[in-house]
């Protein structure tokens, strides 16, 4: 916790940083105490399929695996508008919506940024997951465990990833931490203008907050071939 709260106001004075510190410890001390309440189905299929795609889709292809960190904003950077997308580069970002077998194939966007594009490119990822009790799957702590063991050497995004996820990990029931769930395919979208979304250029002023569902078939044609490197 003190170096969390040191490292993010080491630039700060005065009431900016008392500010900042009490959100910090306000931040942390899920960690310290758990509330284990469980997560609801969506936020549970999404922190697993967020963290699966930091781990076995991004880690892969950078140079330097452990600034994924970075780019991922996690629920608070959201909360914050620090950024709109899931994991927002220089130049590019990827929005992550993750489906469960058996459920419906048309993806659900929960407000009006997921798919408003401030970058140079934007891409909508939908993975497809199974429940699963065979060795070939993989449960939410046993991917969280993975990535604290990846970036062990390096506190500072160690102590950043910690602080993005264990929003919903505290959150989480002992249920959720060990199901297994395993990756069956995904799905890569352009997100381009004639994508049909709704964003701050086509919703009418005074829309404070929106909820939608985008027909699967509708976008077919905005599927890419490219590959998470390129």
């Given amino acids: 916790l003190a170096k969390s709260v040191a490292k993010d106001t080491c630039d700060l004075d005065g009431k900016v940083l008392l500010e900042k510190s009490v959100n ?6 899920s960690f310290f105490k758990p509330e284990r309440k469980g997560l609801t189905h969506e936020e549970y299929v999404g922190i697993w399929g967020e963290l699966y795609f930091l781990k076995f889709k991004l880690m892969p ?15 608070s950077g959201k909360k914050e508008n620090r950024a709109k997308q899931d994991f927002t580069f220089d130049n590019l970002a990827f929005e992550i919506k993750t489906t469960m077998s058996g459920s419906s194939k048309d993806i659900k966007i929960s407000s009006k940024d997921q798919l408003d594009k401030i970058t140079e490119e934007l891409y909508l990822v939908n993975i497809f997951i199974n429940q699963t009790e065979s060795e070939s799957g993989i449960s939410l702590q046993e991917i969280y465990d993975i990535i604290i063991r990846k970036i062990s050497s390096s506190e500072g995004f160690k102590i950043d990833f910690v602080k993005k996820a264990n929003q919903f990990m505290s959150k989480a029931s002992d249920k959720q931490l060990k199901q297994k769930l395993q990756y069956m395919d995904s ?3 352009l997100v381009d203008d004639n994508f049909p979304a709704l964003n701050h250029k086509n919703i009418p002023e005074g829309i404070i907050e929106t909820k939608y569902i985008i027909s699967s078939t509708s976008i077919r044609s905005f599927i890419t071939k490219k590959t998470i490197k390129e």
């Fill in 24 to 29: 910090i410890i306000n931040d942390w001390s």
């Fill in 61 to 75: 292809e950078l140079d330097n695996p452990v600034k994924v960190i970075d780019y991922w904003i996690g629920p």
């Fill in 187 to 189: 799905i890569i979208y």
